[in-house]
């Protein structure tokens, strides 16, 4: 027992009291957070309430805008099943007959048979409509489109030039070829039409429009014979060099050195 007497010996203090601390500074935090998460639970019921009544008193305008999403969906489906798509399955049809023509009077080495041709494709045949027809009674459509460019070059070979033009710029494609053919096709007309500024405008623009190995080519070249004619030497110089060094295959390529002699 006089072990537990010694000089300097400090009786241990009792856990239970820091315990009790502990438990009460975590009470009071609890508290706290109880009380700022009630608050902002009557915030929410109260921004709630004033959504259900804002929805209350606007019901009738919520539901019109939702009928009426509905009924645009619906159109829409049913315009594309009704309308549309038996709309280009008869353009299909009235084309097919356009279209072989067109094919017959480009493979044709006599000019007088490819003329008979053309003029089939514009006023039909077969008992079915030509190309101006199928391309204005089923705009909107990809026949319809199409069809446009067949009336296109087909009165560009016809020497129809006002007629090319007007067909030509209707047409629209994202073929790396079709597109600039017919830009510069609206060229050729413009130039059959004298009119060498426009020309020279679109030759330029088919140039660049899906630049590959056919079409760029062919359209500088037309481009620098253009410009060379209307005496712009210059221009004709940076036709015929782009020619030269970037499409050196190119059937185009074959005379270009003369060509790069007279521009210079």
Not at 24 to 51: G, H, W
Not at 96 to 111: E, P
Not at 211 to 216: G, L, R
């Amino acid at each position: 027992m006089a072990t537990y007497n010694k000089r300097g010996y400090k009786a241990p203090k009792e856990k239970e009291e820091k315990v009790d601390n502990n438990f009460i500074e975590e009470n009071v935090n609890v508290e706290a957070k109880d009380s700022a998460t009630a608050k902002a639970f009557d915030a929410l019921d109260e921004t709630a309430s004033r959504t259900e009544d804002w929805v209350a008193k606007n019901q009738k305008y919520i539901l019109g805008v939702i009928l009426a999403a509905v009924i645009v969906t619906i159109g829409y489906l049913s315009y594309q099943k009704f309308v549309a798509q038996p709309k280009e399955e008869d353009a299909t049809t009235d084309l097919f007959v356009a279209q072989n023509n067109f094919q017959l009077a480009t493979d044709a080495t006599d000019v007088k048979k490819q003329d008979s041709l053309y003029t089939l494709v514009l006023k039909g045949a077969e008992g079915k409509q030509g190309a101006p027809g199928i391309a204005d009674q089923y705009a909107g459509t990809d026949s319809g489109n199409i069809a446009n460019y067949y009336a296109g070059i087909a009165s560009l070979n016809l020497k129809k030039y006002d007629d090319a033009i007007k067909y030509l710029e209707k047409f629209s494609s994202k073929d790396a070829f079709l597109g600039a053919i017919a830009t510069g096709a609206i060229g050729d007309a413009y130039a059959q039409k004298n009119d060498l500024k426009k020309a020279l405008e679109l030759y330029e623009k088919a140039a660049i429009q899906n630049v590959n190995e056919f079409t760029s080519p062919r359209y500088l070249f037309k481009a620098g014979q253009t410009a060379l004619t209307l005496g712009n030497k210059a221009d004709a110089l940076k036709y015929f060099t782009e020619i030269k060094e970037k499409y050196e295959s190119a059937p185009e390529a074959q005379q270009i050195d003369a060509l790069i002699g007279m521009a210079q």
